[in-house]
């Protein structure tokens, strides 16, 4: 058991004096106005290179990708019908689409997918 903390607390500690290392000799102390600017074919910018971001289609994507991961986690009770009773298999998918639907309603009533708006 020794064996093994020793071994853990040199490589963290071997990987702190990398990163340190690291960070310390990538340090720039001139900037350049020209290498901070965005780059449009050699010209000046016209405009701001930071544009507005649409919070309502990034809260979208948001729930997009939760319930895309939701629908992942579902696809596999296929395969434990064949593993658990009917009985089980059925109130446990039952109690996870009621959660998903739940939280649909739950978005849908806080007036997350009306886009229009």
Request: proline share 3%; with cysteine.
């Amino acid at each position: 058991m020794f064996l093994i903390s020793l071994i853990a607390i040199t490589l963290i500690s071997i990987a702190s004096l990398v990163m340190g290392l690291a960070s310390l000799l990538s340090k720039k102390d001139t900037t350049d106005r020209e290498k901070s600017s965005p780059f449009e074919c050699g010209f000046d910018p016209n405009s701001s290179s930071r544009l507005p971001f649409s919070l309502r289609f990034f809260l979208i994507a948001v729930i997009f990708l939760i319930f895309d991961v939701e629908i992942a986690l579902l696809l596999p009770l296929a395969l434990l019908l064949n593993f658990s009773s009917i009985l089980s298999w059925f109130y446990t998918t039952m109690i996870f689409l009621v959660i998903l639907l739940l939280g649909l309603y739950h978005e849908w009533h806080q007036g997350a997918l009306n886009w229009a708006t």
